[in-house]
């Protein structure tokens, strides 16, 4: 009986070993587990769709090229307004973010000077652009109007291990305008650029709040004009 009581023990020690084995690589595992999640979590990118007929150019290189060609000393006015979804939340804040954002970028990190930065509703944009037409005093040559569509943290829930993603939205129309007189009649106005720009930044397991729009924002602005972030 001696040899089957030692055949017991040392399978019992074998599976044993066994058992701590698997214990280990479960561990391992989920250690690798935490980590890439971990990971992933720092991870962030960023994706632009830009939907325009003209050639999405650094836009700041079709102004500079339109004032060598053709006027001197060009001054520039923008006008910009917002179309919200109608469920959009907190729009007074957003419209704060906004108003303070274009400032910045337009006074700061321009490529040509403004002569002014201003808000217009659907209703009086095309006023606008017809006073700005008619208007020859030569002080602002070419007119930049911004629709903002979308601004704003967005989760995405995913039915898989990475359960949600967060991104920034913005999404904007943007016209570029250009005055310009023929033989001395009134002056008229040509479309230099029309085109919508759509940009998500975010990664897996990000929460995002409305401190990102600003610089979201910007970004999207330095790209259109400039090519670059």
Not at 125 to 136: N, P, Y
């Amino acid at each position: 009986m001696k040899p089957m009581i030692e055949h017991n023990e040392n399978r019992g020690g074998y599976f044993h070993i066994l058992k701590r084995s698997r214990s280990h690589i479960r561990v391992r595992a989920y250690l690798c587990a935490v980590g890439v999640l971990i990971y992933m979590t720092g991870c962030s990118s960023t994706t632009r769709v830009v939907h325009s007929a003209d050639p999405v150019a650094p836009l700041c290189r079709t102004l500079a090229a339109e004032s060598h060609e053709a006027l001197e000393d060009q001054m520039v006015r923008i006008v910009w307004r917002s179309q919200w979804r109608t469920n959009q939340k907190e729009v007074t804040k957003r419209e704060e973010i906004l108003e303070h954002s274009l400032t910045r970028f337009f006074d700061t990190d321009f490529c040509l000077p403004v002569r002014s930065i201003e808000r217009a509703t659907d209703y009086d944009l095309f006023d606008i652009i017809r006073k700005w037409t008619a208007d020859s005093d030569g002080q602002s040559d070419v007119l930049i109007l911004i629709t903002i569509q979308e601004m704003g943290p967005r989760l995405i829930c995913l039915p898989s291990p990475i359960l949600w993603v967060g991104q920034t939205h913005v999404a904007f129309q943007m016209q570029i305008l250009g005055k310009e007189t023929i033989r001395n009649q009134s002056p008229t106005h040509r479309t230099l650029f029309e085109g919508r720009l759509e940009q998500q930044t975010g990664g897996p397991f990000q929460l995002r709040s409305t401190d990102w729009i600003q610089p979201e924002l910007e970004r999207a602005l330095r790209y259109f004009f400039y090519g670059r972030e």
